[in-house]
């Protein structure tokens, strides 16, 4: 019998709309992009070349930094002419953005990665500033001193060290053992800014209450580093046989 923790993750303050997407955090987004730059959107036009709602405006933008890429591979940004909570657009104007790009386009909307910074606290725009600057010199081989608070990524690292015991205390729980086949539960865990899991949440309908409490005390022994925001993590412990 094989047990397989999934864990599933959401960027819970940063970009709180109705709107769902499925965020990534900064580290993955630099990965997956060709361009990364700070710019300076200097105006905004109507864009000839327009091709669906969220590419109606063109924005021409002076570059403060390069963090990943050349002058020489500088993106088309584009937007909308407004921001929708329900189809997720973002308005294209002048000001400070942080485009992500994989090609020659970079598309402002809120399910993708590049940021409009006046949305933001300037603290996070610091912050943002800062570890883009140390996956750059990172990327390049270069030492820094700046050390990234945690993210979801090195959450995800940690639960799976965990997985075994948690497995254990789930599954193998004698209230449990009538569960056969297929076997799946969400459990959200609540993480403060100093690294304290402060909430476990999960069914009370489906979970044995000696069950519950023995996975929540466990959860909550668990030590995280210090985050920059108050993290929230949804995973799912799930069995197939």
């Given amino acids: 019998m094989k047990y397989i923790f999934f864990l599933f993750l959401g960027l819970s303050s940063l970009k ?106 300037s603290e996070y725009r610091d912050y943002a500033l800062l570890l883009l600057d140390h996956l750059s010199k990172k990327s390049r081989g270069q030492l820094s001193s700046f050390k990234p608070k945690l993210g979801f990524r090195e959450v995800t690292d940690v639960f799976k060290q965990h997985q075994g015991n948690i497995d254990n205390i789930f599954f193998k729980h004698p209230s449990n053992k009538h569960i056969v086949g297929r076997f799946s539960l969400s459990v959200n865990v609540y993480i403060d800014k100093s690294g304290r899991v402060t909430k476990v949440d999960m069914p009370e309908d489906f979970v044995n209450e000696t069950v519950r409490v023995l996975i929540e005390n466990y959860i909550k022994g668990i030590k995280f580093r210090e985050s920059y925001e108050n993290l929230e993590t949804t995973y799912s412990i799930s069995r197939f046989k």
Avoid: M, W
């Avoid at 669906?52 to 937007?79: A, C, M, T, W």
């Fill in 16 to 121: 709180a709309v109705a709107c769902s997407c499925n965020y990534q955090e900064i580290e993955i987004d630099f990965e997956n992009s060709k361009f990364v730059s700070y710019v300076k959107v200097t105006s905004v036009s109507a864009n000839s070349e327009t091709k669906s709602f969220y590419e109606e405006l063109r924005g021409d933008y002076k570059i403060l930094n390069i963090y990943k890429g050349s002058q020489i591979s500088k993106p088309i940004l584009v937007g909308s002419k407004s921001t929708s909570s329900a189809s997720c657009n973002v308005k294209l104007e002048e000001g400070e953005y942080i485009i992500f790009a994989k090609d020659n386009l970079a598309i402002l909307h809120e399910c993708l990665p590049t940021l409009k910074l006046a949305r933001y606290r």
